[in-house]
């Protein structure tokens, strides 16, 4: 990605950078194994400040920025006072969007990426991946049919989710937006501190889902957080330790057919970040 940076930025024909920014935007998200998230400049603007908003792909709360490429995702919206509207873009932006608000309250940010597509090439590692994410009742129903494959192909999909708060005016609530994944805070963080704990509901295709792993990170100690697991009404309580930034993240998988060996898996990956004073 950088060297593709480099070689728009070295060159001004006009058909060089235009061939270069084709290669870019050919190029599909990034692989699922990393988290992915949205992260503005401040979480906490003032009334007609300008925030930054970019995507990340990484690990522990750390990763690379990627720009605005609208064939990247289904929808890229805000919703603020009821009403929610598309986050405009200029394609290649990195950031891939600047905000600014002219009313205060809770702003909701979400992005639901397009699919793409993961291939393990061996049980082993797939069983592996299975089990790191939480997803040891797919071994339990499938681990007979899995273990005679020698491939797993998987179509996976962004749901990612970011909470701002505009003004001190903390009364506003999060909600569904419809993403097929979604991490739903129960109450508005920004009126949480920390030692306090955030209430949050997984839903799939808007239904509560039961029994899932929410991993939880922060970028004051990216390591010590225990899991936790959705109840049966998908609700989970998260411990607020620290100040700063978090980041929750859930997956949730399903085939499209097994025991045929030509059909996928189909993975969703919910992401949920947000600030505590």
């Not at 089990?131 to 962004?158: A, C, N």
Request: charged letters at 20%; a positive charge.
């Amino acid at each position: 990605m950088k060297n593709i940076y480099s070689l728009i930025s070295s060159y001004t024909s006009t058909t060089v950078t235009a061939l270069a920014l084709s290669m870019l935007f050919s190029i599909p998200m990034p692989a699922a194994s990393h988290e992915f998230w949205m992260e503005p400049d401040t979480y906490r603007p003032d009334i007609g400040q300008n925030v930054d908003l970019r995507h990340f792909i990484g690990q522990k709360f750390k990763g690379q920025s990627y720009p605005y490429v609208p064939d990247w995702f289904k929808s890229f919206t805000i919703t603020q006072n009821g009403k929610r509207s598309n986050i405009a873009g200029t394609m290649g932006d990195d950031p891939a969007a600047v905000l600014n608000f002219e009313q205060p309250g809770l702003k909701i940010l979400t992005f639901h990426s397009t699919p793409d597509k993961l291939t393990f090439k061996s049980f082993k590692k797939f069983k592996t991946y299975l089990i790191f994410e939480g997803l040891e009742p797919i071994l339990t129903q499938y681990e007979k049919e899995l273990s005679q494959q020698k491939q797993f192909h998987e179509d996976y999909v962004r749901c990612s989710k970011t909470l701002m708060q505009v003004g001190n005016d903390v009364s506003g609530a999060d909600q569904a937006t419809g993403m097929p994944l979604e991490l739903v805070a129960q109450q508005n963080p920004f009126s949480l501190k920390k030692g306090q704990s955030l209430g949050v509901q997984l839903l799939k295709d808007g239904k509560p889902l039961a029994g899932a792993l929410i991993r939880i990170l922060t970028k004051t100690d990216p390591e010590k957080i225990k899991p936790v697991r959705t109840d049966n009404q998908g609700r989970a309580l998260i411990a607020l330790p620290h100040t700063g930034p978090y980041l929750l993240n859930a997956v949730a998988m399903t085939n499209k057919g097994l025991p045929k060996k030509d059909e996928s898996w189909q993975s969703l990956w919910a992401s949920l970040s947000f600030s505590v004073q």
